[in-house]
């Protein structure tokens, strides 16, 4: 890992909320992630399962957590299965967790080696009427792939069917939607990897520039702060290919006067941020380019006031179409015609902003989060409205993660991201 250790009463403090909210006599149970295959003997590098990685901190294929809290047997209330490492091991592979390293991590006492799972197990479910499954409820989520985890739940339905099933998900949308001290300090370091990464393509944009090239700047500032890499695949969109909502090529090269939109940012320890900005290649804005420039501003400034304690997400993206619609308004992109005949299910503003304005960022991008529930104090969302305007050849997104708090404006985690117009300008010239 290329991260610095991270405070383990972070996953003890996760565990604790978890447990909470479990029927008496159950066993919840969390897998990591397989290490996918590409071809051959080549593999893709590994990432954790997050909610593994939220409840334990262990970032090591192969690793099984069991949290049981009511096991008559006290040392099986928490237990950590790893792989079993050596000297062997250690030569060809490197230093995997041994049992001291893995209590160090995660806070847990009780680590066995995985070969010892089957008989574990089955002492703690002769205790037990519940397994919680962790299986994927994310609003986004589409996956075809079976997880280790739906494996590993097939094999434990099938061993002990007398058992009843509980869902892990629900709760971890809770838990994982609020953020902890510990975690903001890492969201905030991520964001300042991508900050250092930002100023760095300021100073290096110039007409004839090549979208992989500026990739390639941000990946080098990014690893050399000790992140693994981007939290995402990368958008460097010069001219029109900025209306292409997900266009990663990265492969063309920018042209004097047209813009480009960067949707681009750092992880950090597992933890995303997530930044969208637009600038000139020239370095300078025309006056409908820093138009339309500000009126994005406008409404990210104006959303962000909505991301208070109480506000409902679905409601909130309605307030921020009414003032998207006024912006365009002013654009003359719309006319009050376009507004008064809208279709309310999908109303005129959307003909030049079609995506959403925030989710919620954490340890995965498109964070776990409940969207009907009001937001609270410590919920990190983005605020990314955008513009596109294929016709004029370009197209602005702005994107900022902030802190919902308890009282007043939310906290903006890049509030140090140069964003205004003139700064922009200042800095690239
Ligand atoms: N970068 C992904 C998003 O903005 O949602
Ligand atoms: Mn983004
Ligand atoms: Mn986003």
């Avoid at 209330?77 to 000297?87: G, I, K, P, Q, Y």
Wanted: hydrophobic share 35%; charged share 25%; with cysteine.
């Amino acid at each position: 890992m290329k991260y610095n250790p991270i405070n383990s009463a972070l996953f003890v403090k996760n565990r604790k909320n978890f447990r909470a909210q479990m029927k008496p006599k159950s066993i919840a149970i969390f897998n990591s992630n397989d290490i996918y295959p590409i071809s051959a003997d080549s593999t893709m590098p590994f990432e954790q399962h997050r909610d593994i990685f939220y409840l334990s901190g262990v970032d090591q294929e192969e690793s099984i957590l069991m949290l049981f809290p009511d096991c008559p047997n006290e040392d099986l209330r928490e237990v950590l299965f790893v792989r079993e490492t050596n000297a062997h091991i250690a030569v060809w592979e490197g230093e995997k967790l041994t049992k001291e390293a893995a209590t160090k991590t995660s806070g847990i006492q009780t680590v066995f080696w995985l070969q010892d799972l089957e008989k574990t197990l089955f002492e703690m479910s002769t205790y037990a009427d519940t397994f919680y499954i962790n299986t994927n409820e994310h609003y986004r989520a589409s996956v075809e792939t079976e997880t280790r985890e739906d494996r590993f739940t097939k094999w434990l339905l099938a061993k002990y069917p007398a058992h009843s099933v509980a869902k892990s998900n629900p709760i971890l949308q809770d838990l994982r939607a609020v953020k902890d001290p510990i975690e903001l300090a890492l969201m905030q370091h991520a964001c300042n990897i991508t900050e250092k990464g930002f100023r760095r393509i300021l100073n290096f944009v110039k007409p004839g520039v090549w979208e992989y090239e500026i990739e390639a700047e941000l990946l080098h500032e990014f690893v050399r702060n000790r992140s693994k890499g981007f939290a995402y695949t990368p958008i460097i969109a010069s001219g029109n290919n900025a209306n292409v909502l997900h266009y990663v090529e990265n492969n063309q090269q920018c042209k004097n006067g047209d813009l480009i939109l960067f949707d681009i940012a750092a992880e950090y320890a597992n933890y995303k941020s997530d930044l969208s900005r637009t600038i000139p290649v020239s370095g300078k804005f025309s006056k409908r380019q820093k138009e339309v420039y500000n009126a994005v501003n406008s409404v990210k400034n104006e959303a962000t006031k909505l991301l208070v304690p109480g506000t409902i997400w679905k409601d909130y993206h309605v307030e921020v179409g009414k003032i998207m619609t006024s912006e365009l308004l002013k654009l003359g992109l719309l006319d009050k015609a376009d507004v008064q005949n809208e279709d309310p299910k999908w109303p005129a503003y959307k003909r030049y902003f079609m995506h959403g304005t925030s989710h919620h960022i954490g340890l995965d991008t498109h964070d776990y989060g409940l969207l009907h529930k009001p937001m609270t104090a410590n919920m990190v969302f983005t605020v990314e409205p955008g513009i596109y305007i294929p016709e004029e050849g370009f197209g602005i997104r702005l994107e900022d993660d902030v802190v919902v708090q308890e009282q007043g404006e939310p906290f903006n985690l890049m509030q140090n991201i140069p964003i205004e117009a003139d700064e922009i300008e200042d800095l690239m010239n």
